[in-house]
């Protein structure tokens, strides 16, 4: 990397534009930045910063960026010329910063601005800058892309700040392992430290999970066992033994109540065998007795019996006789019944039908229905008749009404369909154009509603844009003032700065400006003395006044910001004209859209007109054509009617009408045929009767009864022969059960044997049954406790299984976990893998810095990297320490004195910018920036040190001091100079031709 030129505007204390030609100062390899205190030397460096990353170091805000000096039309911008791995690249940079509108009056806030230009000389075409991108983050990337260096890493390797390095050279390890991290971002490796010991601790949960999964069922296997015995403490190594041998115990156990259970079931075979035996010889004895007894009873009832039996056999036999003597009973009635409806039949015919017989009435009764017959044909005729006669009526009254229909229809079309239709069309039109301007006034009338709001707003925002304007004027005088005290203060400090830096003086203490350990002549403070907490309170209250000044400005500008936005929008006119112009457009307004409102009754009364036309239209021919078909259907209608008159005439043979004729002839019709039906069920019932009495009386005889009344005696009711046959039948299978049981040979072997006692038998039994279910159920709970461990024992198996790999990786993760962590036995120097990764890094920087140092030091010193372990429980691997030639041994840093720690610090700082520049990729850094601590070497010291940094030209690096030592003018004769000033600071270069 290196700088060809660098341009500011308006950038820290430069309040115009100043330029840097760093061709120039490279020229002659060493150049030196010089000038005041407080001038801006740290501001080049800043710009420089800024140009390449949009940031300056440290932690100072861009928006602190403009300079206070600068006019308010100036704006802020940083633009650096310079050539990065081969291209020759312009960076022109510009912070977020506030300016006055164009426009009106106000202020409004610029966007931040990045512009990246490369030069272009291709062969064949017109050499100069092309845009290659505007965009922060793309320019921002490819600007670290090519340097390979982050912003941190190029504070630290370009613009070498010696104070940071001094405190590097005798800081503690965790100090030098910060500084470190952060230019060699060695982060990676603490996030590896960091997921090893997540990882060691997910592992040992994983580990302990298992583990507790393994205790649980360790002591459930206890509690299946039943034992006492506590489960072993290392159940990696002891548990599945363990879970064996209460196996092999279980079993032995089953095997012996399963013995005991096959003894119990012996015994209560015998036991149930004899209790059968004995409950079969007591019952064989109980059934013995039982027979004699019912025996006995038998022979009691035996005369009943007889009885009973002589009873059933002759109610038996009248059964034969019964249903016939029934059927004579019901024929007998039915004669009477019938005999009663031929008379009231009869009664009900004409005399001269009364007495006739029964061929008569059939003759007279078929001669009626014949008749009726005919006339029943002639009903639907009458009724068509008389339908006729209603569809003429209707049909003359639909011709009228057609008729009338097509008259007003032809009337409607001819005179009052033309006048309506234009009424209609023409108040449509007006309709329509109403809405139109209905519309027109509504933009106009929104129109002057916001011009009129913005005119009130305007109006109201007048008083406040006066009472910010004051303000802001106020507070920019206070702010001036304050800045004014601020300066003088400064200005007055820094010339009694020899004294302020003599009150630190102390005998053997070297002075931190000519380096010198004796003082002979301090500066005395003189009256009006500053210190330094007055010129500090002093700038803190300029800085405040300043920040009020741009919130005031801020406001004032949005304030005029917002009227001029109001302005443009209400225009000339005032807001009472707006309001008196909203009120006219209101009331026309509304009026438009009272007439636009017409336009769908409009719409639809000539939609209705049309509708009524094509109705009216299409009913005038349709009315024609009912008007003809209703004169042809009646002319058909008259000539059917004569027809039918004639027929009907013949019918009604001097009656009203056919249907009297017939209400006349039917109920004869139907009188005659009762007397026919009843005079026959007459005759059928008198020859039914005489046939049952014949029946009846063969039956009684039949059956060995005198006649028919005895054998309805000897008859009994079903229920009740059914239960006297139920009795002899029961008796005698009763003599024949009693009879078997006293014959059968085991009751009678029975009886000859000793009365049974089954009750003690019994007792036995139930003795048995009780030991063989105290058996049966010690077998199952010896099974169930076999099964149960063989369950358990097959999960702690497979649990044991899950644990060893991750035990396994337990013990792997978290040796390495200590390993890089440095608590590991195994780790001798109790380094960690960072730490092990920086203390490589720093040896790189210690073996670099060890050359330069033994030059600076003619011979003398060099630097080691000492990864000695530190005292009491510190870590090692960051050491630093000097060796010193002359007296061969080796030296803490901070035995070194002031001259000795800046020329160790510079060398260690050369050191790292070269390591650095190699772990960023190699690319070469051409320019780079030593900032102060000059003052503190002696001559010779001195000029050993330049000529140290005139040998980096060896590298074609140029090589610029920050220094306000007197001595480095006379030595470096070229320089560039920051000169300050009431308004501002400026640079000049001197030594560059």
């Given amino acids: 990397m290196r700088l060809h030129s660098l341009t500011m505007t308006a950038f820290g204390p430069f309040a115009g534009t100043q330029s840097v030609d760093f061709d120039a100062l490279a020229s002659g390899g060493l150049f030196l930045l010089r000038g005041a205190t407080g001038a801006g030397k740290s501001s080049v460096l800043d710009a420089v910063c800024y140009a390449l990353y949009g940031a300056v170091p440290g932690q100072r805000p861009r928006t602190r960026l403009r300079s206070d000096h600068a006019s308010a039309e100036v704006r802020t911008e940083v633009r650096l010329e310079l050539t990065l791995g081969g291209r020759r690249l312009e960076l022109t940079r510009s912070p977020e910063q506030t300016r006055a509108k164009k426009r009106g009056s106000g202020s409004t806030v610029e966007k931040a601005q990045t512009l990246l230009r490369e030069w272009s000389a291709e062969p064949g075409g017109e050499p100069g800058w092309r845009p290659s991108s505007k965009s922060h983050q793309e320019v921002g990337a490819e600007v670290q892309q090519l340097l390979g260096m982050s912003r941190e890493q190029f504070c630290q390797v370009v613009l070498l700040p010696q104070g940071e390095f001094a405190r590097f050279l005798h800081a503690s390890a965790p100090d030098r392992a910060d500084l470190l991290g952060r230019l060699f971002d060695t982060a990676r490796f603490g996030a590896v430290e960091a997921w090893l010991t997540e990882r060691r601790q997910q592992t040992e949960k994983a580990c302990q999970a298992v583990l507790g999964e393994v205790g649980a069922r360790l002591e459930r296997l206890r509690q299946a066992a039943g034992t006492d015995s506590p489960p072993p403490a290392a159940p990696e190594q002891e548990a599945l033994g363990w879970a064996a041998q209460l196996r092999v115990q279980a079993r032995e156990e089953l095997a012996v109540a399963e013995c005991r259970q096959q003894g119990a079931e012996q015994r209560r075979a015998l036991a149930e065998a004899r209790a059968r035996e004995v409950e079969v010889i007591a019952d064989r004895q109980r059934r013995h007795r039982r027979a004699v007894q019912r025996a006995g009873a038998l022979d009691q009832r035996a005369e009943q ?417 059914a239960a006297l046959r139920a009795e002899v039948q029961r008796h005698r299978d009763e003599l024949a059960q009693v009879g078997a049981e006293l ?90 893998l960072e730490t092990y990764v920086l203390a490589a890094r720093l040896e790189q920087v210690a073996e670099a810095a060890g050359a330069r140092l033994q030059v600076m030091s003619q011979g003398r010193y060099t630097l080691a990297h000492n990864d000695a372990r530190s005292r009491g429980a510190g870590r090692s691997g960051l050491g630093l320490s000097v060796l010193d030639g002359w007296t061969g041994r080796s030296r803490d840093t901070s035995t070194l004195s002031g001259g000795e720690s800046f020329f160790a610090s510079l060398a260690l700082a050369l050191g790292l910018a070269d390591v650095v520049t190699d772990e960023a990729g190699g690319m070469p850094l051409d320019t780079l920036f030593i900032d102060e601590g000059f003052g503190s070497l002696d001559e010779d010291t001195l000029e050993d040190v330049l000529d140290v940094l005139d040998r980096l030209r060896e590298r074609d690096r140029a090589v610029g001091i920050v220094s306000h030592v007197g001595d480095l003018r006379g030595r470096i004769p070229v320089q560039l100079e920051v000169r300050k000033g009431r308004d501002g600071s400026t640079l000049h270069q001197h030594g560059t031709g």
Avoid at 415 to 437: K, M, S
């Fill in 305 to 721: 019996q007889r009885a009973a039996t002589v009873r059933l056999e002759r109610a038996q036999r009248a059964e034969a006789v019964v249903p016939l003597l029934r059927l004579h009973r019901e024929a007998a009635q039915a004669q009477a019944r019938f005999a009663e409806q031929e008379r009231r039949s009869r009664a009900a015919l004409p005399a001269v039908h009364a007495a006739a017989g029964l061929d008569e009435l059939v003759a007279a009764e078929r001669q009626r229905r014949e008749e009726l017959g005919g006339l029943r044909t002639l009903l639907a005729a009458e009724q068509q008749h008389r339908g006729n006669e209603r569809m003429r009526w209707r049909l003359e009254a639909e011709r009228e009404d057609a008729e009338t229909e097509r008259a007003e229809a032809e009337q409607w079309l001819a005179v009052d369909w033309p006048d309506q239709r234009e009424r209609a069309a023409a108040a449509l039109d007006q309709a329509v154009q109403a809405a139109v301007r209905a519309d027109q006034l509504d933009e106009q009338q929104r129109e002057a509603r916001r011009r009129g709001a913005a005119a009130e707003q305007a109006e109201a925002l007048q008083a406040r844009l006066a009472d910010s304007r004051q303000r802001e004027l106020r507070l920019r005088e206070a702010a001036a003032a304050a800045h004014e005290d601020w300066l003088d203060l400064r200005e007055r400090r820094l010339q009694g700065m020899a004294a302020e830096l003599a009150e630190g003086l102390a005998d053997g203490r070297a002075c931190p400006v000519c380096g010198s350990g004796e003082h002979p002549a301090p500066a005395r403070p003189g009256p009006g003395r500053v210190t330094v907490e007055q010129e500090q309170r002093a700038e803190q209250g300029y800085r405040q006044a300043a920040l009020r000044t741009e919130q005031a400005a801020a406001e004032l500008g949005q304030l005029e910001q917002e009227a001029a936005a109001l302005a443009a929008v209400a225009g000339d006119g005032s807001a009472a004209e707006l309001r008196a112009a909203v009120q006219r457009l209101e009331a026309e307004h509304q009026q438009a859209r009272r007439v636009a409102a017409q336009a769908i009754g409009a719409r639809e009364q000539l939609d209705r007109l049309e509708h009524e036309q094509g109705l009216r239209t299409a009913a005038a021919g349709q009315a024609a054509e009912l008007v003809a078909a209703r004169t042809a259907r009646l002319e058909a209608l008259t000539l059917e009617q004569g027809r039918l008159a004639e027929e009907l005439e013949r019918g009604r043979s001097g009656a009203a009408s056919v249907a009297d004729r017939v209400g006349q002839l039917t109920p004869l019709t139907e009188r005659l045929g009762e007397a026919v039906a009843a005079v026959r069920e007459a005759a059928a019932g008198a020859e039914a009767l005489a046939r049952a009495a014949r029946e009846l009386r063969e039956a009684a005889e039949r059956e060995g009864f005198g006649d028919a009344e005895q054998a309805a005696r000897a008859a009994l009711p079903p229920h009740e022969t």
């Fill in 743 to 832: 014959a059968d040979p085991d009751l009678l072997a029975a009886v000859r044997l000793p009365p049974a006692d089954p009750a003690a038998d019994r007792a036995v039994l139930a003795g048995a049954d009780a030991a063989l279910r105290s058996a049966y159920a010690a077998v199952q709970g010896a099974r169930e406790r076999c099964a149960a461990l063989d369950r358990l024992s097959a999960g702690l198996h497979a649990e044991l299984r899950r644990l060893a790999p991750l035990a396994a990786d337990h013990r792997r993760v978290s040796e390495l976990a200590f390993l890089a962590s440095g608590t590991s036995s195994s780790n001798s120097l109790r380094m960690s």
